[in-house]
């Protein structure tokens, strides 16, 4: 069974970071794609970056460049998100989600993956 774990999430002031994890298991990353979204109260969920399979071309939403980085360890079937001055808006909760993909590229959009973790919360606030 294939399974997405993240961690990492809590509380923490504006400008400060964070990294968050997705452990897989149940199969290796190698050939997947990897992408993390957020979704904040009320709002629909946000495709902020993602990670492809073999070559790791990583691409971000204008909301977090320069800001978050991805990268992946396969050798621990475990994908980053560092997340660096954080604002209040960044609130949300974090999933991350893999897709099958072989070929180069990854999708920023929900709809391009199969496979979902939990999600773990982030929140940013004085």
């Known amino acids: 069974q294939l399974q997405l774990v993240e961690s990492g999430g809590g509380l923490v002031q504006p400008g400060g970071s964070l990294r968050l994890s997705c452990v897989a298991s149940?199969?290796?990353?190698?050939?997947?794609?990897i992408g993390w979204f957020r979704q904040a109260p009320g709002k629909g969920r946000e495709g902020i970056s993602c990670i492809s399979s073999r070559a790791g071309s990583t691409y971000y939403s204008d909301s977090v460049k320069g800001r978050f980085a991805i990268f992946r360890d396969n050798a621990k079937t475990t994908v980053y998100l560092q997340m660096n001055s954080l604002h209040p808006e960044d609130t949300a909760v974090y999933y991350c989600?893999?897709?099958?993909?072989?070929?180069?590229?990854?999708?920023?959009?929900?709809?391009?993956?199969?496979?979902w973790g939990q999600g773990t919360q982030v929140t940013v606030s004085s």
């Open positions: 989600a893999a897709d099958f993909r072989p070929a180069a590229g990854c999708a920023m959009e929900s709809r391009g993956y199969r496979y």
């Open positions: 149940g199969f290796p990353l190698d050939y997947y794609a």
